[in-house]
């Protein structure tokens, strides 16, 4: 030992200041004393100060206000804690369980913290990548756009984002690079849902009025655990429950899931055959003659007459045989519906994800009508939204093409273009499959929170595609995190932040029927040399010649505030940062208008009436102005009659009702239109119809439909990486009814063998039996099943283990230290991840002798992609008509008895899952139970109620 | 979070002297503040070919390899490009990494944490940094229980221990051994074991062994009084 002490202290004397170049720690000028002491690894700390920062959550695409609190300043400054915030209309306080843990994500030690770029060729090789500066990172990508739009074909430039609540941003970006190839997760999501919607009333999604509602159904809509509005309707679901209306909530899903389980009634159909009970439903209204005979023949283009007689033979009995449901129950709630006015019909993709999804949609929409419900208080409501002022000059793809002389003609990776001209929200999921067809390469392919090869069906195939630098020649990820497509598919990586500390601004619908408008912004400065990706994307378009002229603003604040303050004035912009979110109280009877006086306040400041007011119902009844009117008749053309009213444009500018000029529905007619002539002149049925999904069609006897769905406390794939999510929903068996896990003799925590026929063809997992899914139907959630984006996902499995083991006879040093006592030592993972899949309720972490890790299954392997996958009118791809076959593959009894350990409590542990029972959470959630606190005042956390923990 | 480097005072802790300082340093702990600052240079970015060639020369070639870091044994460890791969694919990312963060790497909650970045040890090191006129380079900007930050404050303590007077010399031994006891060896030789046992270069191999080597010959000196 006193050699080896002699010897470091030789190589230190050896060890000159010119090798040393230092760095790590550099003097500050100043020496502070007296700065206290850490407290004990708590998230908060008795005596702190808070700062509460208004913001807005991006866990989900709901962007719920959030309070987000921080301790400390400059660079000691941490956010400690997320909340609701109040002053937020939709939000109003409340935050689920994933926007509390979005902190996680700031602190995930994977966080990617510079530029980092490897050789295409190396894609998927994680010891390839290599640290390139800022400049170097931004510089590369201006000359690749530049170099693309000199050489004419824009096309070669891909732009594909995920979930962006950024879109006057992001889309002003895209069309200044003058490619149309834009493309988005909406075609995964519920684009049929949209196209169905729109196509009879003009809007894509709905705010139906929960809080005035006496009777709410929910089709394929699990609205307590995700689906759109999540948090901010199902508070009011709640709130409405225990109020005077006492509404009744049905919901309408093959499985049990948190919305069935709360409902007062769970109707649970054959997977994608919710339109014929839809129909039927309508048809026992309009036989009871409970139907409001008014609205159908004023403000449909469809007669009531003409109705009745299209729904001919579309009885109970006729869509009993269809959905398997009692043509009893289908009467009853037919009846229920109509007369428990005012109620709505709301859905959600578990309708649209199938291949007649636009007709199911459609059928929602007709449901609606028939009781002439429709924009009324506790009915099916139309969504009321405020527009961002666009500062100038404003690119459009088509005129930089035209500007830069580039080619307009280019081969198109969309099939939306050609082959689904419907599909107005794009059918991105087959875009890799069609780019593999074409004989043509993406030279550039932008990424942007978005996480395609775990994401998509048939994920095997996107990520081959991507892999292959003969489809893309480059691609360029804005990523905070170690995504699958980032390890997998990506060459360079720009680090984004996260939603917390980046500025955004964003409009939503408020679910209480007004616009507003509400915004992002950092709780701490970008970690590391992450920056914002809108920061980064604004530096980009000023190097790009051709781009600049659009980006002539200094900063994205810039932008947002000018977007903010050219609608609702000078001003505006520090109220917003004040309060997080503003709406518009005194805006009148109609979306989009022009802000009254006082033009903005937020929600709070609102008195009973003064909200009241804001509210906007019957937006289609709002009367055209004597002076429009005039006007419109000099210039533009107006009926003689009833009928459409168009302006000097030819666009429709409103509809004659009875003899008076209303605005009417955003459609072409201005009416509801139950007859769509685009669905006729494109081939489709004009009239809402039940069509089966040709893939469930002819089913053998053991096939079973899979259906996916979410969990309470995950999004599809970004949660992953969040620890307390993790600890409460890491396990996904396939949900199987009893009497078919009887029949083939599956018991619970079996493992089975899932055989699609598509992707990879078959996959493992295991199963949990249950009453709470229709017999021939299985379930699995999605989120799971990760193989990167960090220990929680990956269950902290030692991120290299997969590589061999070293051979360390090369390297004399290591041979002498084999036996040391730190190289013994178990090393373990980095993250403490007790979770085992058999884990008992009540076990002590780390002392379960049986368990085995589980990362969950992801289902994607196994999903079939394609045509026949397809909604051909909305292009939203079919989810839930996968079909598979099950079998055996070992019993978890057996492997207990055999001492493989495993799944012996699979079903303990998948009924707690199931019941949301979170039966080891252990660690310190956020508080969710500090006092209330004020928007932008500090918080002083009472020393009580921490003290113990110091 | 801010970075506070001064860019007109960027001076690094390796200086001969501290301003104000007119003592004859002490070889011993000037030693040993040199090694702790080779120690960081190696974690704290890519080596560069200047690097590389000054471990080479004389006497400090043949100091290196009386402690089993010997460089000449795999041609690769001369590789400027391929240890930047290494470099990345053991401490940056984005891929399967080891995180150099005492945070991540040490459970500070007694029941197990979740390895989190910017823990109570963070907050710790910026305030004994501040405490010290010292701030983070802007490589490590919002890093301060980086591997490379400690080694470097730990070579800080070496040198003021090495111009001390000696009425302070007990105090800032102890202070080291605190250190010692507190963060750095708390974490950084189990996670080094991680990253021999996961790197493919005997640079950091070799490195990371006679770190570990070296850290625990310092817990005994330094109990030893």
Known sequence: MQLTRRRFLQLGAATSAAVVAGGALVASGEELEELGSVEGGKEHSAGNIRESVPTACLQCGVTDGVLAFTEGDGDEKRIVKLEGNPKHPNTRGSLCAKGQAGLQLVYDPYRIRYPMMRDPEKRGDPAAWKRITWDEAIDIVAEKIDAIQKDGDIGKLVYHKGRDRFGDFTGRWIDATGTKHSLNHTSICEASLKAGYETTFGQDLDTSDILNARYMMFWGDNIFEASYMHNPMAQRISEARVGSHRPKVVAIDPRLSQTAGAADEWIAPKPGTDAAIMLAMVYTIMEEGLHDTAFLDKWTNYSSADLKKHLEGMTPEWAAEISGVDAGKIKRIAIEFATNQPGFARAYNGISSHTNGTYNARCVALLNAVVGNIDKPGGFCLMKSTKFSKPEPVPSAADVQEELGLKADFPLIDRMHEDYPLAHHKTSHLSMQHLKEMDYKAELYILHQYNPIYTNPNCQEQWDVMKDTSKIGFTVDFSPFLSETVQEVVDLVIPDCTYLERLMINTMPAVENFGYVHLYQPAIEPLYESHSMYDTLLEIAKKVPGMAKYFQFDTVEDFAKAAVEGIWGEGSWDRLKADGALINPGGGKTPNVEPADPAYKSYDELTPDELDDARVFNSHMVRLSDEDITELKAGGSYPEGDGTIKDAEGETAGVVVDGVAYKGFPTESGLWETFAHELEENNFEPLPVYVPNPPLENLDDDDFVLITGKFNVHVQSRTSNVAWLMEIMHYNPLWMNRSDAKDAGIGNGDMIEMDSGAGTGKMECRVFVTEGIRPGTVFMSTSLGHWHYGPPATHGKDPFAELPNLDFTDSKAIEDNVDAEWFKEDQGGLVDIWWREADLPGDSRGETPHGRPTVGWLANWITPNGDEYTDPIGGEFAWNDAVVKINKVSSASEEVALGLGGAAIAMGVAAAAVKGINFKHESEAPDADDEAIEVGETEVVAAEKTGGDA | ?225
Request: glycine share 8%.
């Open chain 2, 1 to 225: 979070m801010s970075d506070n480097v001064n860019e007109q005072n960027q001076q690094t802790v390796l200086d001969e002297t501290r301003p104000g300082s007119h003592m004859r340093s002490r070889p011993e702990p000037l030693a040993r503040g040199s090694l702790y600052s080779l120690l960081s240079e190696v974690y704290l970015h890519e080596p560069t070919r200047d690097f590389l060639d000054g471990l080479k020369k004389e006497p400090m070639l043949s100091a290196l390899k009386d402690l089993k870091v010997d460089l000449a044994q795999d041609s690769k460890s001369d590789e400027v490009e391929t240890l930047g791969f290494e470099y990345a694919h053991l401490f940056l990312g984005p891929g399967p990494h080891l995180p150099p963060f005492e945070s991540v790497n040490v459970m500070t909650d007694g029941k197990g944490g979740h390895g989190q970045m910017f823990g109570p040890a963070a907050r710790e090191m910026l305030h004994l940094f501040k405490s010290s006129g010292l701030a983070l380079g802007q490589e490590l900007k919002d890093q301060p229980d980086h591997v490379a930050a400690e080694l470097a404050y730990m070579a800080h303590l070496c040198q003021v221990e090495s111009e001390c007077s000696d009425d302070e010399l007990d105090g800032c031994r102890t202070q080291q051994a605190e250190f010692l006891a507190d963060h750095l060896g708390t974490w950084v030789p189990s996670y080094l074991a991680r990253v021999i046992r996961t790197a493919e270069t005997a640079f950091y191999r070799q490195f990371s062994a006679m770190c570990i080597e070296f850290i625990s010959s310092e817990q005994e000196a330094l109990s030893a009084g």
